[in-house]
């Protein structure tokens, strides 16, 4: 069973378009993490959302942690082709009984010029 | 130049022929991790060390070895590789893990390994 659900698992858009893509989960987060990962390289940082309700923008980017913090979003306004790349969130659990770091699986976002 | 480094990069052996791909960061972190990447399971866990001489099993531990003797270096060992083991392998560093806040995790460039 996978802790964190992201959907879509691929989108495909066109330059200037908006995109949303989702975290889900059944269980509470401490927190979560979202990271963008460029082929051949290792996941980066882009933002770490922490309480409940919590809204984050990182220009173009905005980020939010569900009330129950149990959920997050990233929506991208007017996308660019440089928003390629695969999405991923991550969260430690405080339910599992142990506090790990749990990663999505990813959405594989492609933003054609 | 704060960096995680891992070496090989790409790796092509054998079923049964061991072998280590060395992690190393230059941050001071305290805490470090090894993750495997599959196509449709994402990144798992393998194993992971919240400090020098602490070690503990991610959600993928088999097969695996990790030792962490030193802060900055945290190899991954594979005694006895296997075909399944074939994958894309990062490692990351945090300073600090407080609370079930992590701070942010730093990865590594990515080791590919095919073992035939």
């Known amino acids: 069973t996978q802790l964190l659900e992201q959907s879509p698992q691929f989108l495909s858009i066109q330059e200037g378009e908006n995109l949303t893509v989702y975290c889900n989960s059944s269980s509470v987060f401490s927190s979560l993490q979202w990271y963008r990962q460029e082929p051949g390289e290792g996941p980066v940082l882009l933002v770490t959302v922490v309480t409940g309700g919590e809204v984050k923008k990182l220009k173009r980017l905005t980020f939010q942690f569900g009330d129950a913090r149990k959920d997050s979003s990233l929506h991208i306004t007017a996308a660019q082709p440089g928003d390629t790349g695969l999405y991923l969130c991550a969260g430690v659990n405080l339910q599992g009984g142990s506090e790990k770091l749990v990663f999505g699986k990813g959405t594989k976002l492609t933003v054609n010029p | 130049e704060a960096q995680v480094t891992q070496n090989p990069r790409y790796l092509i052996t054998v079923t049964g022929k061991k072998l280590t791909v060395t992690c190393s960061q230059n941050m001071n972190h305290e805490y470090m991790s090894w993750y495997r990447q599959d196509p449709g399971l994402g990144l798992r866990q393998i194993y992971y060390s919240m400090n020098v001489e602490v070690t503990d099993k991610g959600d993928v531990p088999e097969g695996y070895k990790v030792s962490r003797k030193e802060k900055r270096n945290f190899p991954l060992i594979l005694e006895s590789p296997s075909p399944n083991q074939t994958s894309l392998y990062f490692c990351?560093?945090?300073?600090?893990?407080?609370?079930?806040?992590?701070?942010?995790?730093?990865f590594g460039p990515g080791t590919r390994l095919t073992v035939l």
């Open positions: 990351a560093s945090s300073f600090d893990w407080a609370g079930g806040v992590y701070n942010e995790q730093f």
